[in-house]
């Protein structure tokens, strides 16, 4: 059993990506919400329908049905409500990968208020920013000291929050405890009428961006939003009925709605969450093997550790599909895991402020490695120049999504509390997703850079992530960035910040250096090559993982390329 289907207009199989782009809608109901519509609606008709599996570095593993999970939201939801909160306050989850995240995230959407999960990565300054941006009534946390620590030295300046609520087996002076106090209440909670009841278009969840530049935007979404996620999980996760899912995401990311809760419920799989402490490539790839995931996803990033393990000690049989996203895909990693496990990985983009806007859904097109595949039926996507006026195949523009005729399922209400950023992210009838793609004549999306990324040299215009793609090849390379230096001579050279694999990093950076400038040179046009190298231990990234390459622009601002050399 499973829901997609009930809201799918045309739900068949398709012939084709045409067939499936012109056929595929998705439809609501009256007030839907996630909580009632389909977590009951399981509990319901397939009560014990796994819902979730979840493990942790300790051992420790629960299951969960829908009728648990229906049941104890519940009960967290009538908890809430003894606290004081009600539809429209704002509550903000820092529970990282623990189960009680898939309590409290329906809880809060059967009462109506916004949520705002949150990574455990905050400090003092990030959490009175967003505490006050988004006036935070109560804070929930695991029991983790470092996190905990932080929140209450935001408190002083946090007038909004009521209640800190620690979740987990250690108490902590000053904080409600969840489980104490939630524990012994009744498992009631009647869905709202009147003036409390939920609407499709009220505001359900808030997610801060993870600030590239400047201070994180508050993108808001609605309670449609899950209904967008049927798209990304059912055709690019390719799920299966009564199958089990894993993205790899903290529940702090917009990555862990995309992946680990609405479209793959709705879709009928169940999630498994593997809290681990820290990342390891092969107990990662002995959880797929042990539990028989049949999806997965994952960021590059680990599919590039993953690549690098003997693949052959581990069964990946039941996966039927693997899939990325969270930045592009280079094509060396995706034939390399081809290559090992006879397994494809499908390619998906989007934001913190949408579904999946651009992928490689099921079997309708073939991949094009390196390409974000084709876009999502649900929005109305173009790639236009300045002007809003659209650009030939095969030439850079901005990615756009059409909202003239109303705004699609998934794509944010607007930044919340900012009139003048949400009206210049819709400007001219479009949404503006700040990043440049190129279409080709088969209707592929390949993605260049953000806009602020992209490097005019010589007269050229370079995008990073190409010339990144070509470095990440060479076997010394575990990380780069790629950024542009002003250059008296070309208006701006290209420089690329390298972290390099274990094994090289001891060797004379001048050698390595004149290797890699090599290789790039053997392996791309003259004007993308690097003309400066820089070798670092880490890159400067945002707490969501994303590389900052604003950051090594600020750091090289006011240099010139023709004596950069020597400060190296």
């Given at each position: 059993m499973e829901l997609a289907h009930e809201f799918l207009v045309n739900d068949r199989e398709y012939s084709s990506y045409d067939d499936f782009n012109k056929n595929c809608k998705i439809r609501t109901i009256p007030d839907f919400n996630f909580a009632y519509d389909i977590i009951d609606r399981y509990a319901k008709d397939a009560p014990e329908k796994r819902a979730l599996v979840w493990i942790d570095d300790n051992d420790e593993e629960r299951t969960f049905s829908f009728k648990d999970i229906s049941l104890e939201s519940k009960k967290a939801a009538y908890w809430l409500t003894t606290k004081g909160i009600k539809k429209g306050d704002t509550v903000m989850l820092v529970l990282r990968r623990r189960w009680e995240w898939w309590i409290l995230m329906p809880a809060l959407h059967r009462i109506g208020a916004i949520v705002i999960p949150a990574?455990?990565?905050?400090?003092?300054?990030?959490?009175?920013?967003?505490?006050?941006?988004?006036?935070?009534?109560?804070?929930?946390?695991?029991?983790?000291?470092?996190?905990?620590?932080?929140?209450?030295?935001?408190?002083?300046?946090?007038?909004?929050?009521?209640?800190?609520?620690?979740?987990?087996?250690?108490?902590?002076?000053?904080?409600?405890s969840f489980h104490e106090e939630c524990e012994v209440l009744p498992a009631e909670f009647p869905r709202p009428t009147g003036d409390a009841a939920t609407h499709n278009t009220d505001p359900m969840l808030l997610y801060f961006t993870s600030g590239t530049s400047g201070y994180p935007k508050m993108v808001l979404q609605d309670f449609?939003?899950?209904?967008?996620?049927?798209?990304?999980?059912?055709?690019?996760?390719?799920?299966?009925?009564?199958?089990?899912?894993?993205?790899?995401?903290?529940?702090?990311?917009?990555?862990?709605?995309?992946?680990?809760?609405?479209?793959?419920?709705?879709?009928?799989?169940?999630?498994?969450?593997?809290?681990?402490?820290?990342?390891?490539?092969?107990?990662?790839?002995?959880?797929?093997?042990?539990?028989?995931?049949?999806?997965?996803?994952?960021?590059?990033?680990?599919?590039?550790?993953l690549v690098r393990q003997d693949l052959s000690k581990y069964d990946l049989s039941k996966c039927v599909r693997f899939s990325t996203a969270g930045e592009a895909l280079n094509s060396?990693?995706?034939?390399?895991?081809?290559?090992?496990?006879?397994?494809?990985?499908?390619?998906?983009?989007?934001?913190?402020?949408?579904?999946?806007?651009?992928?490689?859904?099921?079997?309708?097109?073939?991949?094009?490695?390196?390409?974000?595949?084709?876009?999502?039926?649900?929005?109305?996507?173009?790639?236009?120049?300045?002007?809003?006026?659209?650009?030939?195949?095969?030439e850079v523009g901005e990615l756009c999504i059409h909202v003239e005729n109303g705004r699609p399922f998934g794509l944010l209400m607007g930044y919340h509390k900012d009139v003048v950023l949400t009206a210049d992210a819709f400007d001219g009838g479009v949404y503006h997703t700040g990043d440049n793609v190129y279409m080709d004549e088969d209707g592929y999306v390949w993605f260049v850079g953000r806009k602020d990324d992209i490097i005019k040299t010589a007269g050229y215009r370079v995008s990073p992530f190409e010339v990144e793609s070509i470095l990440q090849q060479h076997p010394s390379v575990m990380e780069c960035a790629v950024t542009g230096v002003e250059d008296s001579k070309r208006g701006m050279s290209v420089k690329a910040t390298i972290v390099l694999s274990p094994g090289y990093d001891t060797k004379d950076p001048k050698e390595m250096e004149i290797e890699l400038s090599t290789f790039a040179k053997e392996n791309t046009a003259m004007y993308k090559c690097p003309r400066i190298f820089e070798f670092v231990k880490e890159l400067p990234k945002t707490i969501s993982g994303k590389i900052r390459r604003v950051e090594i622009r600020e750091k090289d601002k006011g240099k010139d390329a023709q004596n950069i050399k020597q400060d190296f």
């Open positions: 990574t455990d990565q905050l400090l003092q300054s990030d959490i009175e920013y967003r505490t006050n941006a988004a006036e935070v009534k109560m804070i929930i946390s695991y029991d983790n000291p470092h996190i905990q620590g932080e929140i209450e030295k935001a408190m002083p300046k946090s007038p909004s929050v009521k209640n800190l609520v620690t979740v987990g087996k250690e108490k902590r002076e000053g904080w409600i449609d939003y899950p209904l967008g996620h049927i798209m990304t999980a059912k055709y690019w996760h390719g799920v299966i009925d009564d199958g089990l899912h894993l993205s790899i995401a903290e529940t702090g990311w917009a990555k862990s709605t995309w992946g680990k809760l609405y479209g793959q419920w709705i879709a009928g799989t169940a999630l498994f969450v593997y809290d681990m402490n820290s990342f390891k490539p092969t107990k990662m790839l002995e959880m797929i093997s042990h539990y028989g995931l049949t999806t997965f996803c994952a960021p590059p990033t680990v599919y590039r550790f060396e990693v995706y034939n390399k895991w081809l290559e090992y496990t006879g397994k494809k990985i499908y390619e998906g983009y989007g934001q913190t402020e949408s579904t999946i806007i651009c992928g490689n859904f099921l079997e309708y097109s073939e991949i094009k490695p390196g390409s974000m595949g084709k876009p999502n039926p649900l929005y109305d996507v173009e790639v236009l120049n300045p002007n809003n006026k659209p650009v030939p195949a095969g």
